[in-house]
Nanobody, 121 residues
Framework: QVQLVESGGGLVQAGGSLRLSCAASGSIFSIKAMGWYQQAPGKSRELVARITSGAGTTYADSVKGRFTISRDNARNTVYLYLQMNSLRPEDTAVYYC?????????????WGQGTQVTVSS
């Protein structure tokens, strides 16, 4: 099974930048897609950006032009990144790394532990 470990959150002023990282290990050959989700207090978890195994990307409208998702494939680890520029207070949330793992005929959603991003005004 795939394991995800995130890093890179923190406190930043509005207009600043942060880069989130996620290291995927384990059955990385079974990953179909990876992405970043955000969950603000009292709100549901929402997709921020997604990248498929074919490198196709999808972004939430609220982050288009500001955030960039990318991935690097190493021998035993896949690294997923989210470069966040021009941050706004409304970007404040816990950000979760996600992997969609195909195991046989079933898909499994794998989540990281989450990393807090706080943008001050």
């Amino acid at each position: 099974q795939v394991q995800l470990v995130e890093s890179g959150g923190g406190l930043v002023q509005a207009g600043g930048s942060l880069r989130l990282s996620c290291a995927a290990s384990g059955s990385i050959f079974s990953i179909k897609a990876m992405g970043w989700y955000q969950q603000a207090p009292g709100k549901s978890r929402e997709l921020v950006a997604r990248i498929t195994s074919g490198a196709g990307t999808t972004y939430a409208d609220s982050v288009k032009g500001r955030f960039t998702i990318s991935r690097d494939n190493a021998r035993n680890t896949v690294y997923l990144y989210l470069q966040m520029n021009s941050l706004r207070p409304e970007d404040t949330a816990v950000y979760y790394c996600h992997a969609l793992e195909r195991n046989g005929l079933q898909d499994f959603n794998i989540w990281g532990q989450g990393t807090q991003v706080t943008v001050s005004s």
